[in-house]
C-alpha cells in the first residue's frame, strides 16, 4: 500500500510540473526486484511526457528484456525514437513491435503512418493501415493515416475521399485537418485549401505544426 501511494503521489507531483520530485519518490523502487521494470517504465514516461525523450529511452534501454517480457516497452522505444527524429532506428523497431503486437489496430496504424509519411515501405505501410482501418472503421485516425497513404501515393482524389471522411469524425484535430488542405491544393482546389488550413489554425495543436501551416498560407496566398 506503501508503494502505491507513493506512485500516486509521483503522478500528483508530474501533474503539478516538478518532474524531479516525482522521479526521486519513485526511483528507490528500481533497486526492488519486485518493482524494479515497473519503476523504470513510470520513470521513463515522465521523461517522456516532458519531452526528455532521450533520457525516456535511456531508462528503457537500461531494462533487461532477457529477464522479464513487458510488451509496451518495444512501444514506448519506438515512439521515443519516432519523437528524436531517429527514423532509420525507428523504422528497425517496428519489426520487434509488430511481432509483440501481431493483431493490434492501434499498434498497426502508427506502423504504418510513420511508414508512409517516410515514403518507406509504402504498401506495407497502406496494408498495416487497412488492417487498422478494416478493425476500426470509425476511427478517424486511422481513416486519416489511410487518406495520407494515398496522398504519399499521388492519388489526390482518392486521399480526399479519406481525409474528408477523417475530418468528419475528428472535426477538433489540427493535423488531420491540414492534410485535407494539402490534398485540396495539390488538386486546384486553393480556395478550400485557403479556408481548411485558416480553420486548421483555430484547432489546437503543437508549435511546429502550427508554423508549417502558416509557411503554406503565407507562401501560397499572400
Do not use: C
Amino acid at each position: 500500500s506503501w508503494i502505491i501511494v507513493e506512485f500516486e503521489k509521483s503522478y500528483l507531483y508530474e501533474q503539478k510540473g516538478n518532474v524531479d520530485l516525482a522521479v526521486s519518490l519513485i526511483e528507490k523502487f528500481s533497486k526492488n526486484s519486485d518493482f524494479s521494470t515497473k519503476t523504470l517504465l513510470r520513470i521513463s514516461n515522465i521523461h517522456r511526457r516532458n519531452k526528455d525523450y532521450e533520457k525516456s529511452l535511456q531508462i528503457l534501454n537500461s531494462v533487461d528484456t532477457s529477464k522479464v517480457d513487458v510488451p509496451e516497452l518495444h512501444y514506448y522505444k519506438s515512439l521515443n525514437l519516432v519523437h528524436l527524429q531517429r527514423w532509420k532506428d525507428a523504422i528497425d523497431s517496428f519489426s520487434t513491435l509488430l511481432k509483440v503486437y501481431p493483431n493490434n489496430a492501434e499498434i498497426s496504424n502508427f506502423v504504418g503512418y510513420i511508414l508512409v509519411d517516410r515514403n518507406t515501405r509504402l504498401d506495407e505501410g497502406i496494408s498495416l493501415i487497412n488492417f487498422a482501418v478494416n478493425r476500426e472503421p470509425q476511427n478517424g485516425f486511422f481513416i486519416d493515416s489511410l487518406g495520407w497513404a494515398y496522398y504519399k501515393l499521388g492519388e489526390y482524389t482518392k486521399a480526399i475521399i479519406y481525409l474528408e471522411r477523417a475530418v468528419e469524425i475528428e472535426p477538433q484535430e489540427m493535423e488531420i485537418t491540414d492534410h485535407l488542405g494539402d490534398a485540396y491544393y495539390k488538386v486546384g482546389r486553393e480556395k478550400e485549401a485557403r479556408l481548411v488550413w485558416k480553420r486548421a489554425l483555430s484547432l489546437n495543436g503543437n508549435d511546429e505544426l502550427i508554423k508549417k501551416i502558416k509557411v503554406k498560407l503565407n507562401s501560397n496566398f499572400y
